[in-house]
């Protein structure tokens, strides 16, 4: 089996910034209300949406209850809310009030 070599820099990009989402979920801040309200404004079922999104509706119910249980890690509900968010038609910035402290990518991105 063949080895994959990742440039130095790449790596510690990658380091970084998996070390900074792992500190700033524990500061994730959301409007659960907002997302159910504009799930049931569209009468969109929840076992529909979760179906859509390959999320079991237990997990939608947890996001819109701002509850950890039903995820196996609060990063994997951080990527399921970014999904759900995004289906509902909403933007980030209006659903989780300090995206830029809890997204990854701004610093993987930045150069330095």
Do not use: W
């Not at 995820?71 to 990527?79: L, N």
Request: glycine share 2%; proline share 3%; hydrophobic share 45%.
């Amino acid at each position: 089996m063949g080895r994959v070599l990742i440039p130095q820099r790449i790596f510690a990009l990658v380091r970084e910034g998996f070390f900074f989402l792992k500190i700033a979920m524990d500061k994730l801040e959301y409007n659960f209300e907002l997302l159910k309200a504009t799930r049931e404004r569209k009468k969109i079922a929840a076992y529909s949406i979760a179906a859509d999104l390959c999320l079991a509706e237990r997990h939608i119910r947890s996001i819109e209850e701002n509850s950890l249980q039903y995820f196996s890690s609060q990063t994997i509900k951080y990527a399921a809310l970014k999904k759900y968010t995004l289906a509902l038609g909403l933007n980030l910035e209006d659903v989780i009030h300090n995206l830029n402290e809890v997204d990854p990518l701004p610093v993987l991105l930045r150069k330095k």
